[in-house]
């Protein structure tokens, strides 16, 4: 079977093929995209055939396909990841299970996509082979009911262990601290009930701190180390237990009282909720397609000579017919050979008018039929273009990013320097005669007073502060990164239908001679269809006052192109200007003409006729947010180019052309195209992509940061990075500001926390602070960072959203707007 050169998917008997085109494609937009990718330079076709194939080679979830003769490939949900060291350290023990092949972790998303001999391990043994590493692995398209209580779990874990904390720290303050600070004599914890009242406690509290809420940091320091990348766990977990193992030698073998339990303990909890603050941002930035199940169809139902069953959707073969009812899911992708019906593709191809299927045209599964049953004949690879759509989600959100924190990264040279210095000087002052306990206090010293609370603190509550701006704003951040990423940005691309439109119809205005007649008599007869422009105009109607169930509507019937009926005794089409004309009415020139106006401003042109010629159009159009053009604006005033993408034909599309900060629309784009296009854009510069619908959901997680409409769909928000609350635009480019806030924050608490460890880590190198006081410097450098972290960063709030219906008011357009003039489109 021949394959789309583009995409990967199956090339049908007619495929779309171009002279100066070597290749052969599933559809004018593949062949279009595919020519737009090749005038770029430097790009060889095969660099073009990674861009729309390469991620098309995995099922989706628990289902698996042939990586490679005798191989498989499977996807697991991984819970527990601590950092971007835990990909390392999964990747390289997976590889030493028999039966795997080959292993890439995501820490981004808490996947693991692992290759495997299936007649040396199964899905059961991959699971176990993950587990077995103190993770927990599950099948991403089985709810995994134990997740919510591990979160719980960590929650409360921080809780009690915040409560034992506090009770070590009002030992201290009540017993140990007013020892040290000369108010008791060192004989009074010299008694054996004081000692017992004091240190029992202390001991007990601190070590439930130290290996209960310090679990996650210490396995996290082992990880790290057994994998050599050595992260800021190393460091906490090296001073904690520094700390906390001389503090049990001192009271064990050593006269003296002056113990830091309290230090590994505040170490300990300060830094876990750091953590935690940290995860409960990441949890949501997970890639849950939860949506996935409910919208994936798992049964088709059938027809046979004794009539029609429901069979499983792996059971169906070519040549199988099908039958779908109206409002129900296409399964599978075929040809009509039964019926016809107009079924709404935005789901798949993000286009927003629903398209007429009759007998011999292709529908594509994952789209709906909406108004007639139908019946199709399954094609010959029996494969839904919707689970296409989902096998590119899983395979680029698993994909390895390679990304890691900047603390993390300066980590790497961090940790190796303070232990070796802590080592030194240890050895140091015993070569000088200093006794083990004084030489142990000092290395101590050094790793307490360099222990990164500051800089651990620095990047997740710069973040904090960040996500709290955005959601000001109405922003919801759904991946931490997001904001340290977006200020890279250099494009930002757009989809069009739900995004810069309302993805509602709307009747934007009506030209003709008697506007209000015109639009009575076509809301009378649409009143009996239940197509979207149907609605669009019924619904206009009655805003105007029209009611259409005053009028007689009889002998109602539905076309391919529109519908007719008769009204009040008199026959009225209303419709496509062809199916107008097929009809047997004439069109005018000057309704011609108003039709091709309409077309170039971007609506779709509905003719309404009786008396044997067309009376008038309606412009009929996915109305564009009130604000589109502001936002665009704004966001190039800050550098980024914008580009459109768009599933709708060129005509459509044409009005965003013309936006001189619109550097490209993009139209016709299929979805396998779309997300190919976000591939070549990002060879040209850091890409964010703005969308809301399933179709998207490729494209937002092909690119480096995706933005969702929260009135889109789960899947595709559940690909994104960040989600726009309301009705309004406005909140991106706040966010811009927001995100570039935030990196400036964090580059001050960075810089702090660097200075910082720069004065005092040669101070106590030359035994000039002890643990006590390296504690209390180590304090206030993280109260520095936390203040720092909570102040608000000026920028201004978003004025008010404009009204929910902002559409222009309907009126006997005889101009329409300025048309578009701008040649930036590409029909694709």
């Known amino acids: 079977m021949t394959e789309c050169t583009l995409c990967g998917s199956p090339v049908g008997d007619d495929p779309a093929t171009a002279a100066d085109v070597d290749g052969v494609f599933c559809c004018e937009g593949c062949l279009a995209t595919f020519q737009r990718l090749d005038d770029a330079e430097d790009v060889s076709a095969e660099d073009l055939h990674e861009h729309g194939h390469d991620h098309h080679g995995h099922e989706h979830g628990a289902d698996h396909d042939r990586s490679e003769e005798g191989s498989e490939t499977a ?122 009242i004091a240190f029992v406690p202390i001991f007990f509290g601190s070590t439930i701190v130290l290996f209960g809420v310090g679990f996650p940091i210490l396995r996290g320091a082992y990880v790290s180390l057994k994998v050599r990348q050595p ?52 949890r949501r930035a997970l890639g849950d397609l939860s949506a996935l199940t409910e919208s994936r169809i798992t049964e088709a139902r059938v027809l046979t000579d004794e ?125 000088t005669g200093a006794s083990i306990g004084q030489a142990v206090l000092i290395g101590v010293s050094v790793l307490v007073v360099s222990c990164p609370c500051s800089l651990g603190l620095a990047t997740p509550l710069a973040i904090v502060s960040g996500v709290r701006e955005a959601a000001e704003r109405r922003i919801t951040v759904l991946n931490a990164t997001v904001l340290e990423r977006i200020t890279d940005t250099e494009i930002v691309a757009f989809d069009k239908t739900g995004t810069l439109t309302t993805g509602e119809m709307s ?39 029209t009611d259409a169930s005053a009028r007689t509507v009889t002998e109602f019937e539905s076309h391919a192109r529109g519908v007719s009926a008769t009204v009040d005794g008199e026959r009225v089409v209303v419709g496509h200007p062809g199916f107008v004309r097929e009809s047997g009415y004439a069109v005018p020139e000057t309704i011609d003409e108003q039709v091709q106006e309409t077309r170039s401003d971007g609506f779709l042109a509905t003719l309404v006729a009786w008396d044997g010629e067309a009376k008038g159009v309606l412009q009929v159009g996915d109305t564009p947010r009130a604000d589109w053009a502001e936002v665009v604006s704004s966001i190039a005033e800050e550098g980024p180019r914008v580009v459109v993408l768009t599933g709708d034909d060129r005509e459509i599309a044409e009005r965003f052309s013309g936006h001189p900060d619109v550097s490209e629309v ?38 480096d940061l995706g933005i969702a409409m929260a009135n889109g769909t789960e899947l595709a928000i559940d690909a994104a990075d960040a989600v726009v609350s309301g009705d309004s635009l406005r909140p991106i480019p706040a966010f811009f500001a927001v995100a570039r806030g935030t990196r400036r924050r964090l580059r001050t608490n960075l810089g702090w926390a660097f200075c910082y460890n720069l004065v005092a880590v040669p101070l106590a190198v030359a035994g000039l602070v002890n643990p006590l006081i390296a504690a209390a410097a180590m304090a206030v450098s993280s109260l520095v960072v936390v203040t720092n972290s909570a102040r608000g960063m000026g920028i201004d709030p978003l004025p008010d959203d404009p009204t929910p219906d902002s559409r222009p008011s309907i009126s006997p357009a005889e101009g329409g707007s300025p048309r578009a003039t701008d040649g930036g489109t590409r029909d694709i």
């Not at 009378?524 to 239940?530: C, G």
Request: proline share 4%.
């Open 75 to 196: 996807f697991l949900s991984v819970d527990g990841m601590h950092c971007s060291t835990c990909e390392s350290f999964i990747e390289t023990s997976a590889t030493e299970t028999d039966g795997i092949n080959d292993a890439q972790a995501s820490y981004a998303t808490d996947m693991v996509r692992l290759d495997y001999d299936p007649a040396r391990i199964d899905r059961g043994g991959l699971i176990d082979a993950i587990s077995t590493l103190g993770y927990h692995a599950s099948d991403p398209d089985e709810e995994d009911e134990g997740a919510e209580e591990r979160f719980e779990f960590g929650r409360l874990r921080l809780v009690f262990g915040g409560l034992a904390a506090m009770a070590v720290m009002m030992f201290y303050a009540a017993f140990l601290y007013p020892v040290y600070l000369g108010y008791y004599p060192e004989s009074f914890l010299s008694g054996t009930s004081a000692s017992l």
């Open 231 to 282: 992260n800021m766990d190393v460091l906490i977990a090296f001073a904690v237990l520094a700390a906390y193992v001389y503090s049990v030698f001192a009271l064990a073998f050593l006269d003296t009282t002056h113990v830091y339990f309290d230090v590994s303990t505040m170490v300990i909890v300060v830094v876990s909720i750091g953590n935690h603050i940290e995860a409960r941002f990441k």
């Open 307 to 431: 009539g029609h069953h429901d069979v499983a959707l792996e059971s169906l073969s070519p040549g199988d017919r099908v039958l779908v009812k109206p409002g129900e899911r296409v399964p599978i992708d075929g040809t009509v050979v039964e019926g016809q019906a107009a079924v709404d593709e935005s789901l798949v191809t993000g286009e927003s008018v629903p398209v007429s299927k009759g007998i011999g045209e292709e529908v594509v599964g994952g789209s709906v039929v909406t108004d007639n049953a139908v019946e199709i004949e399954v094609g010959e690879e029996a494969t839904s273009t919707f689970d296409r759509l989902v096998e590119l989600i899983w395979n680029v959100q698993s994909s390895d990013s390679g990304a890691t924190r900047l603390a993390d990264r300066v980590a790497s040279v961090f940790v190796p320097v303070v232990v070796t210095i802590a080592t030194l000087a240890t050895v140091g002052w015993l070569a």
């Open 507 to 545: 009747l934007d205005g009506v030209r003709g001679d008697d506007p209000e007649e015109l639009l009575a008599r076509a809301a009378a007869v649409e009143s009996r269809s239940s197509h979207p422009v149907a609605e669009a105009i019924v619904t206009a109607g009655r805003d105007r006052g």
């Open 666 to 703: 993009f139209a016709g784009v299929p979805p396998e195209a779309k997300e190919a296009v976000v591939g070549r854009l990002r060879e040209e510069g850091t890409t964010t992509m703005v969308g809301d619908g399933t179709n998207d959901a490729p494209a937002l997680a092909a690119a």
